[in-house]
């Protein structure tokens, strides 16, 4: 599995809009519904606010990985947003973050959902890839900056 099997330049936000961790979580579930017509957004904005309740998906370092699971999806979705200024996200070290990649897996799939959860946290663990990913300009070179990055970790 790899980030690319889920993840195009239009699935990526290269500065994000929102100011609070909801206007952020609506973004994003926009921009990935438009891209994929078999996400139904309310839904998926429910389901990951309710994951937000049980403990905020902002793991540290300036990321966080919002994730949920949906009914009628039949691949995993992925969405990728940044931001320059820093969202407060309720994050684990209770500072802003700015890379967020949200995750939709099927509802039957959790052996799929947990890879890929895994496979992002691998690939956000280099200190350089965030701070690339920082600098980027554009949606074109955060998915390449991705891409490249993914590459280098096996399957």
């Known amino acids: 599995m790899k980030i690319s099997d889920f993840l195009n330049a239009e699935l990526i936000i290269a500065e994000l809009q929102g100011k609070t961790k909801k206007q ?7 921009h990935l519904s ?10 998926l904005l429910r389901v990951l606010i309710e994951r937000e309740k049980l403990g905020s998906t902002g793991i540290g370092n300036g990321i966080a990985i919002p994730h949920g699971k ?3 999806l039949d691949n995993i979705a992925l969405v990728f947003g940044k931001s320059t200024d820093g969202i407060d996200f309720d994050a684990i ?3 802003p973050v700015h890379l967020i990649f949200l995750l939709v897996a099927p509802a039957n799939s959790a052996g799929v959902h947990l890879k890929a959860l895994a496979r992002l946290s691998r ?4 200190a350089q890839f965030r701070q690339d990913l920082l600098s980027a300009a554009d949606a074109s070179g955060l998915y390449n900056i991705i891409v490249s ?6 399957v």
Do not use: C, F, P, T
Request: no cysteine; net charge negative; hydrophobic share 40%.
């Open 24 to 30: 952020i979580l609506e973004e994003l579930v926009a």
């Open 34 to 43: 438009a891209q994929r017509d078999s996400i139904d957004a309310d839904e």
């Open 70 to 72: 949906l009914n009628g």
């Open 93 to 95: 070290d209770g500072k």
């Open 123 to 126: 690939l956000l663990k280099g």
């Open 149 to 154: 990055e993914d590459d280098k970790i096996a």
